[in-house]
């Protein structure tokens, strides 16, 4: 990052403090990394953030219903979306299909055997070949759906073979295994996956079961140890969920019976989300815990990539509709080599953070994968019947499918750090005393903003204070969150105001009291005029409709 951008976010960090939008969590214990408690004003602001998103997905549409699942969720789940496979054994990332897998599982060829990658279709081998090309420098044969040129010479070597030749042109390190699906060889190291916070459920202590088990096998070598450990812990072990989206696979049924939802529709979910990141940065961007609005959209098979451009195109333009800067959100398409091996296409909407383009939602075409495998492994029919429609394989009335998925996933809390930096803005105007000065400003949208609206007694007496709070009172009834403030000068208050984002201050003076009206101040162009008080209500309800 630039110096300037660095003091950006520098800015964004300490107004953040100031005013309450976002504190360090357990601040005078000396604070837990990457964990931060949202305020008075940041708490509004996250709320509002969450509604608005809540209102565009599931309000305003037909096609669309919310759940609100436990964050705890059956083991099972997890095993079966493959968020649980690290816990205990070393896994292994496909550096071409993203496919991770167990190292200790994966299939072993041996040393002068070919090794064939095996596609799922002739596009994906394109697109592997592509990757392959781009990353390693060599072009493999295509042949169908296979892609064909590589073979193990040693148990630490595989190499890249021309057609008819028995030299290898390029050579590179072996694991000793490939991928199981797609038979690749290029994989990363082996690592431990912690992704997951792990609890325990139930009264019993599980450290008294893991002594006593320790005790009865003093003489066990340490991968024994690790195994038994490992099944005790696992009895009761359950997990603090990563993402929201696996409960919209597991109520699929539930979902699309209560309330007759038919294809195409969608399962909307948003609350929080842990994982034990491995780098936490830029503040609240990437944290271990962290809110996200995510929606699972069933879809016909076939028809996934038009509803995947869209949902791309919906989403970015939600996003934009709230920016003083639209032209700094754009979304990105996933390169071959970064698709998750179950996943068809996939968007990226990115923002220009200080650091540059990085992601905020991730819209993915998710094929018919989860739902398939929820089936597998629960038993459950987690299919849809379609009596209109041709069955394609039979011709006859009635398709049962499984539905493909399109999934718009983002971030609530990086949401609201996008929304800070989109409104941070300072200019430079005279003081009092007609000397230059910086305002700051929080130029949040006035749907978004914590306080709507600040109602001031210019001073503390004359009857003023007792009509500012009967305004106050009205705003009340109407569900319109108002601040009554009376402290400092009104120019120090205007300040504030402007600080934490409040689209309009509303001021009581000495003229209310002889006409009934006050001034109404715009928080972005300073611009005051005089609107009777008894209306104050509706103009600015009106203004929040509008904006
Ligand atoms: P990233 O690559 O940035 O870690 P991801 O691709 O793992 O994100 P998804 O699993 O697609 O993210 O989650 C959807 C959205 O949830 C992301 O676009 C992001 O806005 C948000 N998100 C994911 N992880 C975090 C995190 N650790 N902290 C804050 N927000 C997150």
């Not at 496909?94 to 190292?103: D, N, Q, V, W």
């Not at 004359?462 to 009554?484: Q, T």
């Not at 002889?514 to 005051?528: C, F, L």
Request: proline share 4%; glycine share 6%.
């Amino acid at each position: 990052m630039s110096k300037e951008q660095n003091s950006l976010m520098d800015k964004i960090v300490s107004l953040c403090k100031q005013r309450g939008f976002i504190f360090q969590s357990s601040e005078i214990y000396g604070g837990l990394k990457s964990a931060y408690d949202y305020g008075p004003l940041g708490v509004e602001l996250k709320r509002n953030i969450m509604n608005e998103w809540w209102r565009s997905m599931v309000h305003e549409r037909e096609d669309v219903t919310g759940i609100d699942a436990s964050i705890v969720m059956h083991p099972k789940v997890w095993h079966a979306s493959g968020h649980l496979a690290g816990f205990s054994d070393p896994l292994v990332d496909c550096l071409i299909s993203k496919e991770r897998f167990r190292a200790d599982k994966a299939p072993q060829p041996k040393v002068g055997e070919e090794l064939p990658i095996s596609c799922v279709d002739k596009g994906q081998a394109k697109a592997y070949q592509e990757a392959i090309k781009k990353r390693f420098e060599i072009e493999l044969r295509r042949n169908g759906k296979t892609l064909e040129g590589l073979r193990v010479i040693d148990e630490k070597t595989f190499g890249f073979f021309e057609t008819d030749s028995d030299v290898s042109a390029t050579t590179f390190p072996y694991a000793g295994y490939v991928g199981p699906t797609f038979g690749c060889p290029f994989l990363s190291e082996e690592r431990q996956f912690n992704l997951m916070f792990r609890t325990q459920l139930g009264p019993v202590d599980v450290l008294n079961r893991i002594s006593k088990f320790m005790e009865n096998n003093r003489d066990a070598d340490s991968k024994a140890i690790r195994e038994g450990v490992d099944e005790i812990v696992k009895e009761s072990a359950v997990y603090l969920r990563p993402e929201t989206a696996q409960a919209m696979f597991v109520q699929f049924l539930n979902c699309q019976q209560s309330m007759s939802m038919k294809v195409p529709f969608g399962i909307a979910q948003m609350g929080k989300s842990f994982r034990n990141e491995i780098t936490t940065e830029h503040f609240i961007f990437r944290s271990c815990e962290f809110e996200q609005m995510e929606m699972e959209f069933f879809v016909e098979p076939g028809t996934q990539h038009e509803w995947l451009d869209y949902w791309r195109d919906k989403r970015l333009e939600w996003w934009k509709s709230y920016a003083n800067h639209p032209e700094k959100f754009i979304y990105r398409k996933h390169d071959a080599d970064e698709l998750a091996h179950y996943a068809d296409a996939c968007y990226d909407i990115e923002y220009e953070y200080p650091w540059g383009y990085d992601e905020l939602e991730g819209v993915a075409s998710r094929t018919d994968y989860d739902l398939k495998k929820h089936a597998e492994h629960s038993g459950a029919k987690l299919s849809y019947f379609d009596q209109q429609k041709e069955d394609p394989k039979t011709g006859k009335m009635g398709w049962r499918y499984t539905p493909y998925v399109i999934e718009p996933a983002a971030g609530a809390t990086r949401g609201l750090l996008v929304y800070l930096l989109d409104a941070y803005h300072e200019e430079t105007v005279k003081d009092a005393k007609g000397n230059d000065s910086t305002r700051v400003v929080m130029k949040l949208h006035p749907r978004l903003a914590p306080i709507k609206a600040a109602i001031l007694p210019l001073v503390k007496k004359e009857g003023l204070p007792e009509i500012a709070r009967e305004i106050v009172a009205d705003f009340f009834k109407a569900g319109i969150n108002v601040k009554y403030d009376e402290n400092h000068a009104i120019g120090k208050r205007y300040r504030r105001h402007d600080e934490a984002g409040t689209p309009y201050c509303i001021t009581v003076d000495g003229q209310t009291k002889e006409d009934g009206t006050v001034t109404i101040r715009d928080r972005d162009t300073m611009a005051q005029e005089r609107i009777p008080a008894k209306e104050a209500l509706r103009i600015v309800q009106e203004r929040l409709v509008n904006s």
